[in-house]
Structure formats: C-alpha cells, structure tokens
C-alpha cells in the first residue's frame, strides 16, 4: 500500500483546510486508517481514525467538533477536513493505513506541512 497526501499550507487562525490521502496498492487489504501528527519538538500523535468496513471514527480530544476524518471508496481517498483551526494544530499531519497481507503491516504517507498562523 502506497499513500500521497497533499492539501497542507498556511492558513489563519481560526480558518479551515482539508488533506487528502490517496491510496494505491494493496487497498482491498486495508482494515483502518488515520491521520497523525507531529509538531516540532514533540512527539507524533494519533489525531483521528476510521474504520474500512464500518466507517467507524474516532478523534482526539482535543480536535473533537472541530475536525471530521472521512473517505470515498470510488476514489480510494481519506479526508481530513479541519475547522476553527489554532495555532496548536500546526504539525506535519501524516496518514497511516493499517493492512492485513500475510501479517498485519503499515503504511505511511510522506507527510504534509499544516501552519496556522495570522
């Protein structure tokens, strides 16, 4: 499984952006996927997941209301809509899918900048 995300940049507090991961590659394998993140001098956290067969989500708490993790099969693509955005969500946002081909295995995408700053 490969991924490519785009749709990172540099947008003002409080205003929105949504990221795009696409995925190629094993894809019928692919069991949940998510979107991370990394900001300088911390550690990379999990932000929000979704579930292939369920469409089940889940997020961190502090990106709960304002962020909506979702997916379109026809375009083996997931989403990261982002709102109300702050200065604290700026990070590298990865995704990750989860896959299952003999072994259960991961994947990364390269990563995207995301800045939020007036």
């Known amino acids: 499984v490969q991924l490519v995300e785009s749709g990172g940049g540099l947008v003002q507090p409080g205003g929105s952006l949504r990221l795009s991961c696409e995925a190629s590659?094993?894809?019928?394998?692919?069991?949940?996927m998510d979107w991370y993140r990394q900001a300088p001098g911390k550690q990379r956290e999990l932000v929000a997941s979704?579930?292939?067969?369920?469409?089940?989500?889940r997020y961190e708490d502090s990106v709960k209301g304002r962020f909506t993790i979702s997916r379109d099969s026809a375009k083996n693509t997931m989403y990261l809509q982002m709102s109300r955005l702050k200065p604290e969500d700026t990070a590298i946002y990865y995704c990750?899918?989860?896959?299952?081909?003999?072994?259960?295995?991961?994947?990364w995408g390269q990563g995207t900048q995301v800045t939020v700053s007036s």
């Open positions: 590659g094993s894809i019928s394998s692919v069991y949940a």
């Open positions: 979704i579930t292939i067969r369920t469409d089940t989500t």
């Open positions: 990750k899918a989860n896959y299952y081909l003999d072994e259960f295995r991961t994947a």
